[in-house]
């Protein structure tokens, strides 16, 4: 297992497997401070359903929902447009957008919960991708409450249908939702957990079962493979995924 950078916004892609998912985000400054470590049982038990600390205060009027744009200057705004910008680099960012929504956030963190219970040593596997929405606006999915609706935003694909986060943005790019002269993709905070490794086969409608271990069998969170020079990581559920930013950019 990779451990993620724990002192900033971008994980590489790596496998955050030692921190909460509700201090993602924290400025180098407070990184000491910011991570609920879950080396013990104890520990991995105390994911609550906190909102993470670095999001804006909510106003009642702005009631469960909120999207903040950050500032161009900023470690998090510096952060998720160097990933982005890892493999497009002829890629002009317009502006980085965090989403606050209190509905998915609680219904993730709930996901991480039963991540951490079912996979025990596993942990959860949290990485932050990308990821397209095509014809559809994102909105749909950062303003709603169910999210990443497996019904509606599904896709077929070369390991069936289902949705599909890469780890190089240059790949989601062409699935980028095109609005006149921009587009946009979502950077999704993604609980991988048990992950599978396979060859493309269009025939997968969900991942395989785990090895026995004795009680409940259980099935792999997510499938995982390579193609067109990107990592991707495929769910067949509407579950463990939070749209943590939208990335509007210009690409000639």
């Not at 201090?23 to 105390?46: F, V």
């Not at 009631?63 to 900023?74: D, T």
């Not at 095509?134 to 303003?143: D, V």
């Not at 709603?144 to 019904?151: A, D, L, Q, R, W």
Request: aromatic fraction near 12%; charge should be positive; glycine fraction near 8%.
């Amino acid at each position: 297992m990779t451990t993620g950078r724990r002192n900033g916004y971008r994980n590489r892609a790596r496998k955050r497997n030692n921190v909460s998912p509700a201090n993602r985000g924290r400025t180098n400054g407070d990184a000491e401070n910011a991570y609920i470590h879950e080396g013990s049982n104890e520990n991995r038990l105390s994911i609550r359903l906190q909102y993470p600390s670095f999001w804006d205060d909510h106003r009642p009027a702005d009631g469960s929902f909120k999207i903040v744009p950050l500032g161009s200057q900023s470690p998090e705004y510096q952060e998720i447009s160097s990933e982005f910008k890892r493999t497009l680099p002829d890629a002009t960012v317009d502006r980085i957008e965090r989403v606050q929504n209190k509905i998915l956030w609680s219904k993730y963190m709930d996901c991480a919960r039963r991540c951490i219970e079912n996979n025990k040593d596993d942990g959860l596997g949290e990485m932050l991708l990308f990821y397209g929405t095509k014809q559809s606006n994102p909105r749909g999915i950062y303003e709603e409450e169910i999210g990443f609706n497996i019904m509606k935003f599904s896709q077929p694909g070369p390991w069936g249908r289902g949705l599909y986060f890469a780890v190089n943005a240059s790949y989601s790019n062409e699935y980028a939702f095109v609005n006149g002269t921009t587009r946009q993709l979502l950077a999704v905070n993604v609980l991988t957990g048990r992950s599978y490794y396979s060859r493309p086969n269009e025939s997968l409608e969900q991942p395989p079962l785990c090895p026995e271990e004795g009680g409940i069998q259980r099935r792999y969170d997510c499938v995982c493979g390579d193609t067109r020079d990107s990592r991707l990581y495929i769910m067949y559920e509407n579950k463990g995924a939070y749209p943590m930013y939208v990335i509007t950019y210009t690409k000639k």
